[in-house]
């Protein structure tokens, strides 16, 4: 071989062997989501990947699973465990340790200025999270919000300012939601566990006369034809968390790490803008319906949070155990 042709074949030999190399180091994670396919989540979780790559010059991908194609959530939760699946974009199991109630728990946020700041890193409820998933094996990187929780009935509802008025009403509970059935009864409500998959029926032939536990847009979604009246009572805030197995993210490179806490983060910050002003919408919406919608200035917020924080907590705490109960009054100044 002469000294020409023995230089190309190196320089060939080095550029496959640095193509090979850079295939080699350039990584996939699998994120499931049981957003369905086109819907905002959906479209949120391709961003958050697509974010990944952009800030890792594409070394980092992430492929996105919408529709529970990996399995049903609280299976994807166990995979995610055991390192099956990477990242989720989902509820997180409260079955598995009852600690993580705190995030649905009743105005451990009352508006979405104090909701974004507990659920962000370093905030109250996200640390309480983030200790409790981390013994699990999971690592909690943001929030993705789906809007404030109220309360929908076929039916007015008298008095809805006054909190100790009397309402000759059975609101609907999820099975096992003992936090929100002793918050509707401390508001002067009756109540009764009905599944989800059911309650439309139960409010149709008035099994029941109102449910909680949902935001104005599922009420819409699910309700809208026998919905005559919504109170926005604040009560909780519906979200799902972006968690990854802590292994898959420890393994990772520092920058990666970073990479994907940065991704995960724009997309939490702006969904949060995103989700206020479309729960505007929804109560919006359902005002040009003929719907009667009952908000809450911030005072009269802070009046009825302190009010459940008071009255209602001490009912509720074994709900979370002493520590994180404790934690969360300390986390909210009272104690």
């Known amino acids: 071989m002469n000294k020409k042709n023995y230089l190309q074949t190196l320089c060939c030999t080095a550029v496959l062997s640095a193509g090979f190399a850079a295939m ?10 049981l957003k369905q396919p086109g819907s905002d989540g959906a479209i949120a979780a391709q961003h958050f990947a697509d974010l990944v790559s952009e800030k890792t010059d594409g070394e980092l991908t992430v492929k996105v699973y919408p529709g529970s194609q990996l399995g049903d959530w609280t299976e994807v939760y166990e995979q995610v465990i055991e390192g099956a699946v990477d990242i989720a974009m989902q509820p997180l199991a409260t079955s598995s340790d009852k600690r993580l109630a705190i995030t649905w728990f009743p105005y451990a946020y009352s508006d979405y200025d104090t909701a974004r700041v507990a659920l962000a890193p370093g905030g109250s409820v996200f640390e309480i999270v983030k200790k409790v998933i981390g013994e ?82 599922i009420t819409l979604e699910n309700f809208a034809d026998i919905t005559k009246t919504w109170i926005q ?12 197995n802590s292994d898959s993210f420890n393994n990772l490179s520092p920058e ?46 802070e009046a009825i949070a302190d009010r459940v924080r008071s009255q209602v907590w001490p009912e509720i705490k074994d709900e979370l155990g002493d520590e994180t109960y404790e934690a969360l009054r300390s986390a909210l100044n009272l104690n």
């Open 24 to 33: 080699a180091s350039a990584e996939t994670l699998r994120l499931s989501t």
């Open 136 to 217: 699990q094996g999971l690592t909690p990187l943001a929030v993705y919000g789906s809007g404030m929780g109220g309360a929908g009935f076929p039916t007015e509802v008298n008095d809805p300012y006054d909190l100790d008025a009397k309402h000759d009403l059975k609101v609907r509970v999820w099975p096992g939601g003992t936090t929100h059935k002793v918050l509707l009864e401390n508001l002067g409500y009756h109540t009764a566990a009905v599944p989800f998959s059911e309650l439309y029926t139960a409010m149709q032939t008035g099994v029941v006369d109102g449910q909680i536990g949902v935001t104005a847009t």
């Open 233 to 244: 009572y604040n009560d909780h805030f519906e979200s799902d968390f972006i968690f990854m």
């Open 256 to 301: 990666f790490q970073d990479a994907i806490r940065e991704a995960a983060e724009q997309v939490s910050n702006e969904q949060f803008i995103a989700v206020e002003a479309a729960d505007e919408a929804s109560l919006q919406k359902m005002r040009d319906m003929g719907v009667t919608v009952v908000t809450y200035d911030k005072e009269q917020l």
